[in-house]
Structures are given as C-alpha cells and as structure tokens.
C-alpha cells in the first residue's frame, strides 16, 4: 500500500474517533428560558466585591373560585407550572379558539400532575360557577388540572394588569369587547411564580413552542 493511501486511509478512521471526542466534551445541551417582567436590580457583596442581581417579579396570591365550586389560590398551584389566560364564557371567536388551544395543551400533559392550566374570566357577574362548570366540559377541563376561575371583578382586573402585566407590550394585544378586555396571551408561570414564557394563544406554532417549553422547564425541575 502507497503510503498516500496509507495516510488517506489514517484520516478516515481518525475522523469517527474525533467526532466522538467532540461530541462528548461539547455536545451536551443546555437551554435556559427567560424570565419575563423585572422589578428591580440589587446589589450583594460577595467575596469583598459587589455583585448585581435582577430581581424578577413574583405572581402574587389571589383568592378565585373555579368551575367545582373550590376555591383556589397561588397555594393550590405549589411546586406546579401553569399557563395563564384571560376569557369570558360570551365571547363568541377569540376565546373558543384560545381555550381550543389550550386543551391541546391539557391533553399533552395529561399524565403529569405538575402541568395545571389558569384560566379567568373577564366577565365575572355573567360567568358564575354554573356557567364556567358548563363551560369547562365543552373544553373536556379536568377539574383537577385545568381552572375555570371567577370572583370579584377587581381583583381579576389587577391579576391581569398589575400580576400577570398582559398589559405589557409583546405579542397578542388585547383585544376589547363591548365593555370588556381579554387577551389572546398565554404565560407560563414556573413553580415560583415567575413567568417564563408568553405566547399568541391563537397561534398553533406559538402553542406548541408553550409546550415545549414546559418539557424544558420541568426537565430542569427533574436534573438540579
């Protein structure tokens, strides 16, 4: 054998074998979400020098009652990630596609008790308990994952615009109905209540980067 095909032939085998060796030191994948909304920046001396921290806002309680009756706040949702949005029972287009999407989500996640679904009505002086219990099974919601909240119209306002900032700027504007403001977002909240995500509710790919990004953040959750 020539030794120029000796040397052809040495590059060959050694190809595989450096691949392997790159692939093992550098092919491991990480991928962090973002966290939405900061509140502040802190200072904190460590090891003689300052260090500067973003402070992420933190969903705060609430107190809603969902489509069994119960009454639910952040203490329910524990250790749990959730998708958050905003509805009413009337609305005729928007919201049916939203909620549509959203038992897509449902059922992605049906075996995995830490996925819960957030959904408040808008409208709470049309949507009582009995009407978001009907409403729930048009959507086959399982009571014990996916929440059809009402309670005082204040309180669910302030969610929307002071917790949940739907208000903010990105994707899916609110969209208005006589008298009433509701959102095609979609947040994904983690387990301490940061949002970590905000989606167009009516957008398929958009949906399906949510749930996505729910098997990241419990990936996480599973390999600390």
Same mark, same amino acid.
């Given at each position: 054998?020539?030794?120029?095909?000796?040397?052809?032939?040495?590059?060959?085998?050694?190809?595989?074998?450096?691949?392997?060796? =790159?692939? =093992?030191?550098?092919?491991?994948?990480?991928?962090?979400?973002?966290?939405?909304?900061?509140?502040?920046?802190?200072?904190?001396?460590?090891?003689?020098?300052?260090?500067?921290?973003?402070? =992420? @806002?933190?969903?705060?309680? =609430?107190?809603?009652?969902?489509?069994?009756?119960?009454?639910?706040?952040?203490?329910?949702?524990?250790?749990?990630?959730?998708?958050?949005?905003?509805?009413?029972?009337?609305?005729?287009?928007?919201?049916?596609?939203?909620?549509?999407?959203?038992?897509?989500?449902?059922?992605?996640?049906?075996?995995?008790?830490?996925?819960?679904?957030?959904?408040?009505?808008?409208?709470?002086? @049309?949507?009582?308990?009995?009407?978001?219990?009907?409403?729930?099974?048009?959507?086959?919601?399982?009571?014990?994952?996916?929440?059809?909240?009402?309670?005082?119209?204040?309180?669910?306002?302030?969610?929307?615009?002071?917790?949940?900032?739907?208000?903010?700027?990105?994707?899916?504007?609110?969209?208005?109905?006589?008298?009433?403001?509701?959102?095609?977002?979609?947040?994904?909240?983690?387990?301490?209540? @940061?949002?970590?995500?905000?989606?167009?509710?009516?957008?398929?790919?958009?949906?399906?980067?949510?749930?996505?990004?729910?098997?990241?953040?419990?990936?996480?959750?599973? @390999?600390?």
């Amino acid at each position: 054998m020539r030794p120029q095909q000796v040397l052809i032939l040495g590059l060959l085998l050694l190809v595989p074998v450096l691949a392997f060796l =790159f692939l =093992f030191s550098f092919g491991t994948n990480h991928f962090a979400l973002s966290t939405y909304y900061p509140d502040r920046v802190d200072s904190t001396q460590i090891g003689g020098k300052w260090r500067r921290d973003t402070v =992420f @806002h933190r969903v705060g309680n =609430f107190r809603l009652q969902a489509q069994n009756g119960q009454w639910i706040t952040q203490r329910n949702l524990d250790g749990d990630v959730y998708v958050a949005s905003f509805f009413f029972a009337t609305c005729p287009q928007v919201c049916p596609r939203l909620n549509a999407q959203l038992q897509r989500v449902q059922e992605k996640y049906r075996k995995e008790p830490r996925v819960k679904l957030v959904s408040h009505t808008v409208d709470p002086q @049309h949507d009582s308990v009995a009407v978001l219990a009907r409403y729930a099974e048009q959507f086959g919601a399982m009571p014990d994952k996916w929440y059809f909240l009402t309670g005082n119209k204040d309180s669910i306002n302030r969610l929307a615009r002071e917790e949940y900032r739907v208000t903010a700027p990105g994707p899916a504007p609110l969209a208005a109905t006589p008298g009433l403001v509701h959102s095609q977002r979609l947040l994904l909240v983690d387990r301490d209540k @940061h949002v970590r995500g905000v989606y167009d509710g009516l957008d398929p790919k958009e949906v399906d980067r949510l749930m996505t990004e729910i098997r990241i953040l419990l990936y996480t959750y599973d @390999h600390e």
